[in-house]
T-cell receptor, first 114, second 116 residues
Framework: QQKVQQSPESLSVPEGGMASLNCTSS?????YFWWYRQHSGEGPKALM?????GDKKEGRFTAHLNKASLHVSLHIRDSQPSDSALYFCAASEQGDTNAYKVIFGKGTHLHVLP | GALVYQYPRRTICKSGTSMRMECQAV??????VAWYRQSPQKTFELIAL?????????EQNFTQEKFPISHPNLSFSSMTVLNAYLEDRGLYLC????????????FGEGSRLIVV
């Protein structure tokens, strides 16, 4: 079973709109989360990490974690065409310690329509 | 900022031959390196986690005999795909963890393996 599930598979939002992406871990050991973004032809780049319950905001990006349900979401406000990319949720057993494996979800393909 | 360079970007190899790929961390010390394969469908598979001065941990379905990894110092790692076949095609990504702690992975652009 896939340890990290993402939804939706694909999402289209108008320019300036709000994009909301979801992710759930099926393994209670994997409760430290990251969001990565991958543009076509490039490697994935870390957007933000979230390890504690609640919201974490970085510019137009807000992540929300509910540890009880192991659900994390990413909200992108004022979406721009340059935000069009594959977004991956990743989870690990440890957040602050090196050398723990990081497992990725299957990704959400975000299309921001001009 | 943290940069990771991977080489080569793309290789076309004949079925049954091997391909070696390199991963260089620039501007930071990579105490751990995770090698992934991203399938044509964009799914990530973790191949192995390599930590300097520790044994390399391979995931199920991946072996040292097929994917030997070298991690000789804090800025360099290499992996070889031996006897590559169609099912080995994909984008091989190196994700390096900085020595300041935390599991945030800094990825290179990947080495794409095409098998003909």
């Amino acid at each position: 079973q896939q340890k990290v599930q993402q939804s939706p598979e694909s999402l289209s939002v108008p320019e300036g709109g709000m994009a909301s992406l979801n992710c759930t871990s099926s393994d209670r050991n994997f409760q430290y989360f990251w969001w990565y973004r991958q543009h076509s032809g490039e490697g994935p780049k870390a957007l933000m990490s979230i390890f504690s319950d609640g919201d974490k905001k970085e510019g137009r990006f807000t992540a929300h974690l509910n540890k009880a349900s192991l659900h994390v979401s990413l909200h992108i406000r004022d979406s721009q065409p340059s935000d069009s990319a594959l977004y991956f949720c990743a989870a690990s057993e440890q957040g602050d310690t090196n050398a723990y494996k990081v497992i990725f979800g299957k990704g959400t393909h975000l299309h921001v329509l001009p | 900022g943290a940069l990771v360079y991977q080489y080569p970007r793309r290789t076309i190899c004949k079925s049954g031959t091997s391909m070696r790929m390199e991963c260089q961390a620039v501007g930071f010390q990579a105490t751990s390196v995770a090698w992934y394969r991203q399938s044509p469908q964009k799914t990530f598979e973790l191949i192995a986690l390599s930590t300097v001065n520790s044994a390399i941990k391979y995931e199920q379905n991946f072996t040292q005999e097929k994917f030997p990894i070298s991690h000789p110092n804090l800025s360099f790692s290499s992996m070889t795909v031996l006897n590559a076949y169609l099912e080995d095609r994909g984008l091989y990504l190196c994700g390096a963890e900085a020595d300041r702690g935390g599991n945030t992975l800094y990825f290179g652009e990947g080495s794409r393996l095409i098998v003909v």
